[in-house]
């Protein structure tokens, strides 16, 4: 049996779809079932009036009434989180492999202690209770700004972060990092997977970066980015991803780290691919970086004295200034990582949208 945590975010999500489409069984652990939403043929979970209905799946709680039907194959629920260790041990149970993509992706928290709790604390908490548990293999998800940014398309995984620090979320997920490095590999059955900038069809979470900027260029007349536009980012699909997370069930080596990244490109060259892919000519502006830095410090001032979730940061701003571009050699050698050209990813990614 696989455990899978973040199933309810852009990249926990398309896992969860990857192993459906496999047909691998593996059960879920969700704070908010109602946030699930796994739909493929007659594979289908959702909440209605606080019942939960499901085809193909079972659910495990605890202080809930359930309802449900054909527990046969598929994927099991478990209620709960990473702070908590009864959740933990029940979504342990007869559990030999973890796919650990649950993360706070996002670019401002009002707590900001709330990072450290879920990145950082609850990767440790889900190393510890698998241990205890007796798990094989732990598939870690962590990130490319866990390595820092990088100006070498052939830099790979020996990459060490700067600890120049733009937000919190690149800060604990370098915290989580180093923890791995000086320590939690020699304790745990870990492989660390670095995803690039992933992007690919799937749900518009904060997270899904790049799904927001394809949205705002089709939907809107006067697209905009922060900056010249020249830096690159690696650019990941996100099918690409979640294949070479299942591959690592098997084909990863303990204790190792791969990056996942894709086509290097330059935010100017992004734009232009989707120009040509969607067929639509929008001007995008660009706006300087401290125009940009001085809007993002409006929207935390707002979101301080408001329910109000900030678009931009000064730090989310910084990340813009730097080349984030790798090397995937490692991935494709050893999990048979596969990249997708950029253009032929974002024809995917708009096709029947």
């Known amino acids: 049996m696989i455990l899978l945590t973040g199933s309810t975010g852009y990249l926990g999500s398309q896992i969860a779809q990857e192993l459906v ?19 493929i043929g ?57 796919i650990h993509t ?15 709790r879920v990145n950082v604390d609850g990767l440790k908490n889900l190393c510890r209770a698998a241990a205890k548990a007796g798990v094989e293999r732990i598939v870690y998800t962590s990130s490319f700004i866990a390595l820092g940014p990088s100006a070498d398309p052939n830099a790979g995984e020996e990459l060490r972060h700067d600890g120049k620090f733009r937000n919190e979320y690149e ?43 394809i949205h705002q260029y089709l939907f809107k007349m006067m697209p905009a980015l922060v900056g010249s536009g020249r830096q690159r980012w690696s650019f990941a699909y996100n099918r690409d991803v979640a294949a070479a997370h299942v591959a690592a069930l098997t084909a990863g080596r303990l204790g190792q780290e791969y990056i996942l990244g ?17 067929g639509l000519r929008h001007r995008v502006r660009h706006v300087p970086f401290g125009v940009g830095k001085i809007l993002g410090g409006m929207d935390v001032a707002l979101a301080l004295v408001a329910p109000h979730q900030p678009v931009l940061t000064p730090g989310a701003i910084e990340i813009f200034k730097h080349d984030w ?29």
């Open 171 to 213: 800060q604990t997920k370098a915290e989580a990092l180093v923890w791995l490095r000086d320590e939690g590999y020699r304790q745990f059955p870990v492989i660390t997977l670095l995803p690039g900038v992933i992007y690919g069809k799937g749900p518009l979470t904060e997270g899904n970066m790049v799904g927001n900027m």
């Open 262 to 278: 894709g086509d290097n490109r330059s935010l100017n060259d992004f734009y232009r691919a989707l120009a040509q892919v969607s």
């Open 42 to 98: 007659n594979w289908k979970f959702e909440n209605r009036n606080s019942k939960f209905e499901t085809r193909n799946s079972k659910v495990e709680t605890r202080n809930s009434k359930v309802e449900t039907r054909s527990a046969a194959a598929g994927y099991e629920i478990v209620i709960g989180d990473l702070s908590d260790p009864g959740a933990l041990a029940r979504a342990l149970r007869g559990v030999q492999q973890v």
């Open 102 to 116: 649950a993360a706070l992706v996002k670019v401002w928290a009002k707590d900001r202690q709330d990072f450290w």
């Open 21 to 39: 489409r496999r047909g691998i069984p593996f059960r879920v652990l969700v704070r908010d079932p109602s946030r699930l939403k796994l739909e």
């Open 325 to 353: 571009v790798y090397s995937s050699g490692k991935a494709v050698r050893e999990l048979n990582y596969h990249v997708t050209p950029l253009d032929e990813g974002l024809r995917a990614t708009l096709a029947n949208a």
